[in-house]
């Protein structure tokens, strides 16, 4: 590589942000409408909000997100309920809390739909450019960033999102080539400037499976599945109407032979021999390792997604190795269905560079650098959707950093994008963080059904969500609260309407008198199936009839998580000084003391969520805290 | 981690003293009052003034008077803890205490941990840092033997034995949680009875543990000792032996001791409450008839028994009676009276229950019974370190909220709720169980999950 002599000014902007990909697209989109003006770099115009593994969008918990960033008045939602395959929602037959939508997506068209958004944005500039480097002033903030081509572009905020091209190292088998995803080129300066400017950079690694052309899979042995005939658009604006796509995927599984082919071979893998460093996700194993860790399974699932209706290649869900391309090929091919299936891409494994997110605060900005903030796989996550969610909000902080207003922090109790965001910066990225249902601890009432109505008031508040949309949500909640009042006060006669809605719903006794507020509670019986005894009736809405369902339902343990919230954000409220000396504080212990100074919590909630922070020190520290009041 | 909850505790020392005070403190401290402290008159507690006592009952859910007070009431921030705060001056002994206690608990006041109406006090900056320590050690080193239990337990087996239910918990939950997140892949479900099945085998490991909190007794309020035997075998002579005062009354008329007299005595470290009873026989008196029942029911919840006999004679039919009727309790057999010489007949049957010959009178033997106390409690509290005993009210309380979580997840299950909001319930309780031993487990219900299914692309 070599070194640009020669520095030109390359014009001024309000924020930079680096990176093009899904926490890119969103972080510079909000930063612009919120008028200021943005530069989104990116290596490579065609890999804008590129997918270079999954071919699809939502899932359980990653479908909240998605409606999460909807709610803050994000794109990705918007960009995919227009360019979709299939969409289902997932978890139906379990409660409301985990429903979540998920869809296949068509790569090109939601790369080439967003680009499109990008492109007409107002204040906002896309470019081809690799930055190597941020500038900062002598107190650390940022004044601009320089580019690989030696252009200096002056800025007062930058986003990083830098996805998984730092250092980024591709192997497939003994193959090893210094590269980013999908055969792009990989950045190398920046990540040794990031460390410059004393970030803790880590190693972290993902990996992609095979893509095999479509015309070569005997698809009558394999097991179609398709999505939902009706369903709710993943944005609150968006209605899908009637004249959906519905491609299907197919389910298709390893044998005992494909097993044996991965295990006399394992030797070749890069996993076992020890050249991968970098720490991967254990929810994504390679099918190598779930042949090592689980022996005794006889077969194992993949998913076949269509990438596009564009093209024929399809996604091998399941199936991703890093074993050499003949051994992948080999093992493929044993496969039901796959016997003379064609290997478009082998399946790689990638490593990368990451910060440790623990030097960033919980609104995305570098604790050291005033200005400079990240979001996506460069704060140790993994997924398009985990990405896009810190993108908005790192977008909308640079926005209001350069304003000086006051920024966006999501807390654990305000939805899944503030668990996401406290997990990270509380307890790090040991390896890559994908978001779970189960590692919300309020999901009753963080359901992607009522996003709108938990993050509307902040989409509104950071001028994101336009005042009609804020209304047209105030108007649902407020049809919500009457429908509740109105079933509370409708009362059932005895009569065939009741006995019919006894016998069909198995409820149980019914007394006359008693309220339909009342009967919706019990099991079995719906809004719906209470029609016949309630002639006013006159609400269509569905959004609203499902808030009512779900409110009178589950209200006895929507309240109890309404007490966890409460005494949640009574810890949460308790701020600890910026300045606040730790290693004063002899009743700490040692390990606390360290870990507590090193990472600076904003707050004792924080502070007992960092690992190696024991309860008895948070009490200590308590105590500290209001010693130094006094 | 909270300062304005509403606490409460009894605030006299175990076992002494003729009046009990149960303290509360907190925003909520007089409107949990309202519901269990009745004056006359109806007069509302709220009304009453600051700085005052107030005379009533405390009574029941049923409204049945538990006992009757005096209610001092404080008003934030001039008390102790800067707090609003009640005190509620009971009758002395531990039960009406203990009662009353029980009802503030079910009236959103938690039970206070130790020292911390002084943490309270230091906080609100009351008094300064080495005062609330100085106050804090006392606290902790009332009975060495409780500081040692309580200290073990943490460390070892109720560690271990909560361990061990959450993670029966975690298994639950992982298995609920991972058809959650992976719902397409061939996980099989739980079933409806699985899922009940597994809940309340956790339920019962739970309610189990809470019923170790009788167990607790020894270290909580001392080694339940009876003293039993025939009438005029000496039993009273023995307690004012072992209590080096004249406490019970002592005639030479068979029958003195009509009720069961409770002292507490404290050897090596260990409490001891000794209960005195009647002797046992036959009587016709209705007064003793009554006294004799106690006896044996005395008998029933000691956890040791003293069988005192007589060495100087051969055993009485009687003897032999409660010789039968302590069978299967932990017993120490005392033949008493050595100073009057030793029968032959009465060594012989004894002889088997390893005896030991006292003299009450003289004070001969009594050093050897006094070991034999401090060995047994010992041994017991050697068998507390090793399985999980629950001697903290705080524990207890815990306990009993992780046990309804379960019972509340069952009846939601059968009402037909759905499993994840059943998790609700299982988790609260896990969380419950983890405020015991202090342990927050965020990341291994994760762990747990990868660690047991094969999954992800």
Request: proline content about 3%; aromatic content about 6%; some cysteine.
């Amino acid at each position: 590589m070599s070194e640009i002599k020669i520095k030109f000014e390359a014009g001024k902007y309000d924020a930079v942000v680096v990176g093009a990909g899904h926490a890119g697209c969103e972080a510079a989109l909000a930063c612009a409408r919120k008028g200021k003006k943005t530069l989104l770099l990116t290596m490579h115009l065609d890999a804008v909000a590129m997918m270079p593994c999954n071919p699809s969008i939502g899932g359980t918990g990653k479908g909240h997100l998605v409606r999460e960033i909807d709610a803050l008045g994000g794109q990705m939602g918007k960009v995919i309920d227009k360019t979709y395959l299939q969409i289902k929602t997932l978890n139906t037959s379990k409660g409301a809390a985990v429903h979540s939508l998920r869809a296949q997506a068509d790569k090109a068209r939601y790369h080439d739909e967003m680009k499109r958004v990008i492109e007409r944005q107002e204040n906002l500039y896309l470019k081809q450019e690799q930055a190597v480097d941020i500038l900062t002033d002598e107190t650390g903030a940022v004044v601009g960033v320089e580019t690989y081509t030696g252009g200096i572009y002056r800025c007062r905020a930058v986003v990083l999102a830098s996805g998984t091209y730092l250092k980024g190292r591709v192997i497939i088998g003994e193959a090893l080539t210094d590269s980013g995803p999908n055969g792009l080129t990989a950045a190398h300066k920046l990540s040794s400037n990031l460390e410059k400017l004393g970030f803790t950079v880590v190693r972290l690694k993902t990996g992609t499976p095979a893509r095999i052309n479509k015309r070569s899979i005997d698809f009558s042995k394999l097991i179609p599945q398709y999505g939902d005939k009706e369903s709710e658009a993943f944005s609150f604006d968006d209605d899908l109407g009637d004249n959906k796509k519905d491609l299907p995927c197919y389910l298709a599984y390893t044998n005992e032979r494909t097993h044996e082919v991965i295990r006399a071979n394992l030797s070749r893998s890069p996993l076992y021999s020890g050249v991968i460093e970098g720490t991967g996700p254990r929810y994504c194993p390679s099918i190598e390792d779930k042949i090592v860790r689980f022996a005794d399974k006889k077969r194992h699932q993949l998913f076949v997604e269509p990438e596009g209706e564009s093209t024929d290649e399809v996604y091998l869900q399941g199936l991703s190795s890093s074993l050499p391309e003949d051994i992948q090929e080999k093992f493929i091919r044993t496969i039901e269905g796959f016997e003379n299936a064609e290997v478009m891409r082998s399946a790689y494994a990638i490593e990368y560079d990451a910060i440790d997110p623990r030097d960033i605060y919980p609104t995305l900005q570098s604790k050291k650098n005033p200005g400079l903030f990240t979001a996506g796989q460069i704060n140790g996550t993994s997924g398009y959707e985990e990405a896009a969610a810190q993108g908005i909000v790192a977008g909308i902080n640079a926005a209001e950093y350069i304003e000086g207003k006051p920024m966006l922090t999501l807390t654990r109790a305000d939805g899944y994008i503030g668990v996401l965001i406290d997990d990270i910066v509380t307890k790090g990225a040991p390896e890559p963080y994908r978001i779970m249902t189960s590692r919300v601890e309020y999901r009753l009432l963080l359901r992607q059904d009522n996003a709108d109505e938990r993050l509307m008031p902040f989409g509104h508040a950071h001028g994101l969500i336009s005042d009609e949309r804020y209304e047209k949500m105030l108007a649902k909640v407020e049809a919500v609260r009457r429908e509740k009042e109105r079933l509370k006060a409708t009362t059932v006669r005895e009569g065939q309407a009741l006995e019919s809605l006894i016998a069909e719903t198995d409820c149980g006794q019914v007394r006359p008198g008693t309220s339909l507020y009342s009967l919706l509670k019990r099991p079995r019986v719906s809004y719906e199936s209470l029609a016949r005894l309630d002639e006013n009736r006159n609400l269509t809405d569905k959004a609203v009839i499902k808030q009512v369902e779900i409110q009178i339902k589950y209200e006895d343990y929507i309240k109890l998580q309404e007490e966890q919230i409460e005494r949640f954000r009574k810890t949460e409220g308790k701020t600890i000084p910026e300045d606040f000396d730790y290693n004063s504080s002899k009743n700490l212990r040692l390990e606390a003391r360290q870990k507590l100074d090193r990472y600076r919590p904003l707050n004792l909630g924080q502070a007992s969520r960092i690992s190696g922070v024991s309860p008895a020190d948070i009490n200590v520290l308590m105590i500290e805290l209001a010693k130094a009041e006094r | 981690m909270e300062f304005t909850d509403t606490i409460a505790a009894i605030s006299t020392p175990v076992g002494m003293g003729g009046i009990s005070i149960v303290r509360v403190s907190g925003d909520n401290a007089f409107e949990a009052m309202e519901g269990i402290f009745v004056r006359p008159g109806g007069k509302r507690f709220a009304d009453a003034a600051a700085n005052s006592l107030s005379y009533g009952h405390i009574v029941g859910d049923k409204g049945e008077i538990i006992d009757e007070v005096l209610v001092g009431k404080m008003v934030s921030p001039h008390t102790y803890t800067t707090q609003d705060t009640a005190e509620i001056n009971c009758h002395g002994g531990l039960s009406a205490a203990k009662s009353i206690l029980s009802l503030l608990l079910e009236k959103n006041v938690r039970s206070a941990q130790p020292g911390e109406f002084t943490k309270r006090a230091f906080l609100g900056g009351r008094i300064d840092l080495s005062q609330a320590e100085a106050v804090g050690d006392m606290i902790s080193s009332q009975t060495e033997m409780f500081a040692r239990i309580a200290a073990g337990q943490i460390a070892g087996a109720l560690r271990e034995r909560i361990n061990g239910i959450t993670d029966k918990i975690l298994n639950l939950l992982s298995q609920l949680e991972v058809t959650i997140e992976y719902p397409e892949y061939d996980i099989p479900e739980l079933t409806e009875n699985q899922l009940l099945f597994a809940l309340k085998d956790i339920g019962q490991d739970i309610e189990e543990l809470g019923k170790t909190y009788k167990k607790g007794e020894i270290a909580r309020n001392g080694l339940k000792t009876a003293i039993v035997g025939k009438p005029n075998v000496g039993k009273s002579m023995l307690l004012n032996r072992l209590l080096n005062e004249e406490k019970a009354i002592v005639t030479d008329i068979p029958g003195t001791t009509r009720d069961v007299v409770d002292e507490l005595i404290v050897l090596s470290g260990i409490p001891v409450k000794l209960m005195d009873t009647a002797g046992i026989r036959q009587s016709s008196e209705v007064v003793e008839a009554l006294g004799i029942q106690r006896s044996l029911a005395a008998m029933e919840t000691a956890q040791l028994v003293l069988f005192v006999c007589e060495a100087c004679n051969p055993p009485a039919e009687e003897d032999r009676e409660i010789l039968s009727k302590t069978e299967g309790k932990d017993r120490l057999i005392l033949l008493n009276k050595c100073d009057r010489g030793v029968n032959g007949e009465a060594m012989a049957f004894f002889e088997k229950y390893d005896p030991i010959l006292i003299s009450a009178k003289t004070g001969e033997g009594i050093d050897k019974v006094e070991q034999a106390i401090v060995d047994f409690a010992s041994q017991g509290s050697g068998e507390t370190t090793q399985c999980a005993l629950i001697v903290n009210e705080r524990h207890k309380a815990l306990i009993d909220s992780a046990a309804q979580s379960i019972s509340r997840a069952v009846d939601a299950l059968e009402g037909g709720l759905p499993g994840d909001l059943i998790e609700i319930d299982i988790n609260e309780c896990r969380n419950r169980l983890g405020l015991i031993t202090g342990e927050t487990a965020d990341e291994d219900l994760i762990n747990d999950i990868f660690s047991k299914f094969c999954l992800g692309k």
